[in-house]
């Protein structure tokens, strides 16, 4: 695999192809058989983070619909205005958009991220979150966790862990948006 990609201005190399779609597919069932079987569902609401967790919250919808055959509510949100770090990622930064359409007061919301790192933009989501009501609780969905965490936080369904050092990245690639479904362990070129 010869090629690499920008990163938040650091470029990487494929190193290893980690998971293929039919495991994205199983651990993204997995997390929603998950997420139905530990909560009421009648409170349940998913909430995406911009932009590949918005991907795979709209997955587990649509799992959680064949699971329950029911609709669950979701919305999405974008953390760049909440985050810690704005001025290191430029003086333009990319910005999405944001869409809760539903009351989150009283609710269980399950946030929705492709990969848990540091837990800095965790923190951020659950920030904004708060800017919208006050959840009965919040749980945290992931694709990935690739450990090293920086903050206390921990999420509650995990698709995958794969251990990685601090010169390493998880790049998740999803058809919605990459045109296709894998997660590639890179290195820092």
Do not use: W
């Not at 837990?119 to 904004?128: N, P, Q, S, V, W």
């Not at 509650?156 to 790049?171: A, C, L, R, W, Y």
């Amino acid at each position: 695999m010869g090629f690499s990609f920008i990163y938040y201005t650091m470029p990487f190399k494929i190193k290893a192809k980690i998971m293929e779609e039919e495991e994205i597919q199983k651990a993204i069932f997995r997390i929603a058989r998950q997420i139905v079987e530990r909560t009421d569902e009648s409170d349940i609401c998913l909430i995406g983070i911009q932009t590949r967790g918005v991907f795979v919250a709209y997955r587990i919808q649509e799992s959680i619909r064949v699971i329950e055959k029911r609709e669950v509510p979701l919305g999405y949100i974008d953390i760049t205005l909440y985050r810690d770090d704005l001025s290191r990622i430029g003086p333009n930064p990319e910005l999405h958009s944001t869409h809760i359409d539903f009351d989150i007061n009283e609710k269980v919301v399950i946030l929705v991220d492709d990969v848990l790192y540091t837990g800095r933009t965790i923190r951020c989501a659950l920030d904004e979150i708060m800017d919208f009501g006050r959840p009965q609780r919040v749980y945290l969905a992931v694709l990935v966790d690739r450990g090293h965490r920086e903050l206390p936080i921990k999420a509650d369904f995990v698709g995958k862990n794969i251990p990685t050092s601090h010169k390493e990245h998880i790049e998740v690639r999803l058809r919605e948006k990459d045109g296709e479904d894998c997660v590639y362990l890179c290195e820092v070129v």
